[in-house]
């Protein structure tokens, strides 16, 4: 084993790969990075087996090397606790590569001389789909699929930046087959109509649009302004929900499902004025009966005069009574379109 140091040292490179494998946030300057390797050593002092590398930035690779190459399998380990890992050919990443964000989420994608060529997918911390398409130089391209903790996702062809945006995008409810089809920038709706997702032979989605749909646009609430439209319902939630006299004594209206349902299924939205947390504390309880918590600065009301479903049912989750026994969750991690 042998052990040096210096900013070229054993004919490694001091420039740091991300899992787009760029080498710099400036493509035109070389960074000079001081690095110490430790591993075997060819006849000509270069790296030649399995070595680590370790830079001035605290960034680390592990891996073979065959005079003074990265050749076979390797790893990055980056300060921020994220890492990049596979086959190495010539000093370039090459084939299927595995990002590890600092959070957990994970990129599989396929790698050309160290570039994103090819199909790729993520995940989320939790194992979850969140990414599925094609990159091309490091760049997302073509059709592509973005999914949402709640089961939704958006379908569409991106733009040369990578981004969701286009007219003709849709976003696909967690049921899978009902859809918002129209105009999106970067994954949010501008407009669209209502569609159903039709599965095609070649696997490739297809829209077919609700005759005399109506129009929805991005519309999310203000501290003043619930909606600017508050009698348009959410179609997905009409489908599972209806609001009628609660069962439980004195508690008002409820919401009811109109079908029987599986566990962990998104059953209605729960949208409102956004207020602060002091501005609840500080007024009468009696008016937060329609509140909830979304974060730690801000809570979602529903206030008077849209209580009533005939001033108000662009989204019914508020019509929920709280019980001590429940059977049903509110989770804020799920993907809300406003409009």
Known sequence: MGARRSSHCCGVEGSLAGPCGMDSEDENVEEVVEV???????????????????????DRFEGHFIHGEKNGKGKFFFFDGSALEGFYVDDSLQGQGLYTYEDGAVLHGTYVDGELNGPAQECDAEGRL????????????????????DGGCVFGEVNED????????????????????????DCDIIKARLATLIA?????????????SPLYTYDKSTSTCI???????????????FVADSLIKG??????????????????????????????????????????????????????PFVSTETYCASLGHKANHSFIPNCKYDTRLWFIGW
């Open 36 to 58: 110490v390797c430790l591993g075997p050593l060819d006849e000509d002092d270069q790296l030649h087996g399995f070595c680590t590398v370790t830079y001035s930035t605290s």
């Open 251 to 304: 508690a008002g209206e409820g919401l009811f499902a109109k079908t029987d349902t599986d566990t962990d299924t998104v059953m209605a939205f729960y949208n409102g004025v956004r207020i602060t947390h002091s501005e609840v504390n500080s007024r009468d309880w009696v008016l937060n009966g329609n509140t909830i918590s979304l974060d730690n600065d801000t809570v979602i009301d529903v206030p008077q």
């Open 162 to 185: 990578g981004e969701m945006t286009g007219e003709s995008v849709a976003y696909i409810y967690p049921d899978g087959h009902t859809a918002l089809y129209g105009s999106f920038v």
């Open 227 to 241: 909606t600017a439209h508050s009698l348009l319902p959410d179609p997905y939630e009409n489908q599972r929900v």
């Open 130 to 149: 969140a990414f599925k398409g094609q990159y091309k130089e490091n760049n997302r391209c073509g059709e592509c699929w973005i999914y949402y903790p």
């Open 200 to 212: 095609s032979e070649s696997g490739r989605p297809r829209f077919e649009i609700t005759p005399n």
